[in-house]
């Protein structure tokens, strides 16, 4: 029942780390006491002390960082000390933090005024952009987040087919909308249960959520309701349960057995999008295989930093949209001037080199980390798609969020500590992806390789001690 912010739900292990949490932040107290007053003062007027869930540290334990500066590939935190980050605001960074171009559009855009609720020229440059970069894309609308831009494009795909029924696949993470909060269902086809406290039943049971991966399971909800299903909605690429990328023709098989049916495929390119390559995953698959998504939906890297989302795809369906159609979508800030700007020039610095160098530095940081972890004897894989990464402590691939809710997150938890204390910010969560930028430099990447070897034993420690009660 912790459905998270950022990615999904916490596996096994939280007993544990709360556990660990309590004798955490007591030595967090004194080696970093400004981080520990902060989030003392957070709890009092904030819940859980956090603006979105996995930033409290609760499946890894101790005191969340609360940083104060970023530049390049560090972040600095309350207490002067500087971390290599490999979270880079979730997928946002991608150019690393405070790049003087995307500073230098967001100063010129703020000193013209901070919004104006009517349109503006940067939103259409944007949404150019985007639209140049993926051909399917025919037309797209901007909004202010990724949950906004999932929640728009599934109503809009009900609008256009007048189906109720939505697929999702569990562990797939798609924002926080009351419907997609629905990640129940192991193994078999089942009606979602809702994922969260305040989610009705009756939504979600308009949410059929379906084992990642697994083709035949899709045909079978399209045979048992034949015309019903709106659309599938799916990660371009799983990356928020860790990085489970799709099987061969996964993707393609979706939109083959949509279009079958009648029903659209929407592609969710929030975290993907721009990030591995410079058309995202579409480049990667649809692009080359002759397919396409109708829907896509974006966010993080569009907004540089800035609250950025969008959707977009067929411009039969976009037609759809208010005011041209009957599906209504809106946003005071949507298109907003400075957050445009932010995204516009991160997208502008992302060019070929751009996406050489993310490669690059991906490649090292992922070797590194596995042979680190293979030296110390530490059970794990290594899953990729292009520069976008995860670790997971297990001895098995992982394919779908069964197998991925198998790993052993207290192993990560020692892992991600001794990693923080040598001055390396990962996420603070088994089930997330690391994100490298192109602003990690060699001397990013020999601060990882300093840390890792330490980790990796501390990491075999925690494994040792907790075997045989994560093993299930
Ligand atoms: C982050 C994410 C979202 C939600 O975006 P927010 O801006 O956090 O609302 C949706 N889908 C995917 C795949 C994401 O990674």
């Known amino acids: 029942m912790t459905m998270p912010a950022e990615g999904p739900a916490a596996g096994p292990g939280d007993a544990t780390a709360t556990g660990r949490a309590a004798a955490a932040s007591l030595a967090d107290a004194v080696t970093v006491p400004a981080s520990a007053e902060l989030f003392a003062r957070a709890r009092r007027v904030t819940p859980g002390g956090v603006n979105s869930p996995v930033r409290a540290f609760r499946s890894v334990g101790g005191t969340p960082r609360f940083m ?3 530049s390049g590939p560090r972040l600095t935190d309350a207490d002067g000390r500087s971390y290599v980050d490999l979270v880079g605001s979730w997928g946002p960074m991608i150019l690393g933090h405070a790049h003087p171009d995307v500073l230098a559009a967001v100063h010129a855009a703020a000193s013209a005024g901070l919004s104006f609720g009517t349109p503006s020229p940067g939103e259409v440059a944007l949404a150019e952009e985007i639209v140049a970069r993926v051909p399917a894309v025919e037309q797209v609308r901007l909004v202010s987040s ?7 494009a599934i109503r809009l795909a009900r609008g256009f087919t007048g189906r109720p029924l939505i697929v999702k696949f569990a562990g797939c993470y798609h924002g926080h909308v009351d419907s997609l909060l629905a990640a ?35 045909r079978a909800a399209f045979a048992a309701a034949p015309g019903r299903i709106a659309a599938v909605i799916t990660e371009a690429v799983a990356a928020n349960m860790g990085v489970v990328p799709p099987a061969p023709g996964f993707n393609a098989g979706l939109a083959e057995v949509a279009h079958a049916d009648g029903a659209l495929l929407v592609s969710d390119e929030v975290m993907t999008g721009f990030r591995l390559g410079p058309a995202g995953m579409y480049g990667i698959d649809a692009a080359r295989e002759g397919w396409s998504p109708d829907l896509f939906t974006f966010g993080k890297v569009i907004g540089g930093g800035l609250p950025v989302g969008a959707f977009g795809g067929r411009a039969d369906v976009m037609a759809l949209l208010a005011p041209d159609g009957p599906v209504y979508q809106a946003g005071t800030l949507s298109g907003n001037p400075v957050a445009t700007a932010a995204g516009l020039a991160t997208l502008r610095g992302l060019d070929d080199a751009a996406y050489a160098r993310l490669d690059a530095t991906s490649t090292a940081v992922r070797i590194l980390a596995d042979d680190a972890l293979t030296a110390a004897g530490v059970p794990h894989r290594v899953q990729r798609v292009s520069n976008l990464f995860s670790i997971f402590f297990c001895d098995e691939p992982v394919q779908d969020y069964d197998a991925a809710r198998r790993q052993d997150t207290a192993g990560y938890a020692a892992f991600f500590h001794a990693m923080l204390d040598a001055g390396v910010y990962l996420p603070p969560s088994a089930f997330e992806a690391w994100f490298v930028s192109t602003a990690h430099d060699d001397k990013a990447v020999d601060v990882i390789a300093k840390a890792l070897p330490g980790a990796a034993r501390a990491a075999a420690r925690a494994v040792e001690a907790t075997a045989g009660t994560h093993r299930r």
């Open 146 to 152: 990724g949950t906004e831009a999932t929640m728009s």
């Open 184 to 218: 129940a269902g192991s193994g078999v086809a089942t009606f979602g249960l809702p994922d969260s406290a305040g989610v009705t039943a009756a939504t979600t049971a308009e949410v059929l959520v379906l084992p990642y991966n697994d083709l035949d399971a899709v």
């Open 68 to 70: 104060v500066s970023g």
